[in-house]
């Protein structure tokens, strides 16, 4: 997850999305957003 990469990861064997940091700190907020707005398989959620 290159837009989020302290936050995302994504594992080499199946590409599946990994959550780092379920609480990322606020300077994170606007990327965390724009990972789940690109993310192909809508697989991310933002919840506030």
Avoid: W
């Avoid at 989020?4 to 594992?11: G, I, L």
């Avoid at 959550?19 to 300077?27: F, K, T, Y």
């Avoid at 809508?42 to 506030?48: D, F, K």
């Amino acid at each position: 997850m290159l837009v989020a990469p302290e936050v995302f990861d994504q594992r080499d064997e199946d590409g599946i999305v990994v959550l780092l940091n379920a609480s990322p700190d606020a300077a994170q907020h606007a990327a965390v957003r724009e990972a789940a707005t690109i993310c192909p398989a809508a697989a991310i959620q933002v919840r506030e």
